[in-house]
């Protein structure tokens, strides 16, 4: 039985093809929610030594476009865990969300 808890991966559109940043989570670790065009992700790590509440320390990604690819294919019968693709675009942060990186 395949999972019910999709990949999601997080890809830079670089000219005319898209790169994979290395970077992927589980649709749990955002409590089953899915961000929408639009949403800004935080990038939870900062560079040691750096703090956490310095916005220009931190990274911000915001979402540009959303792909889906479901888990299984009836017409070949491929089995695959369901993943979901974030197209971002990233900055540092602005010191005028200082209070919500102290969050985290």
Do not use: C, W
């Amino acid at each position: 039985m395949l999972s019910m808890n999709p990949m999601v991966v997080i890809y830079f559109k670089k000219g005319n093809h898209f790169e994979q940043t290395g970077e992927s989570f589980y649709l749990s670790e955002t409590g089953g929610v899915l961000p929408a065009i639009g949403d800004l992700l935080i990038d939870p790590g900062v560079t040691v030594g750096q703090s956490r509440t310095n916005p220009k320390s931190r990274i911000v990604r915001e979402v540009i476009s959303r792909y889906f690819i479901p888990g299984s294919d009836q017409r070949t019968s491929t089995q695959h865990p369901p993943h979901i693709i974030l197209v971002v675009k990233e900055r540092t942060g602005n010191p005028d969300e200082v209070d919500i990186f102290s969050l985290g």
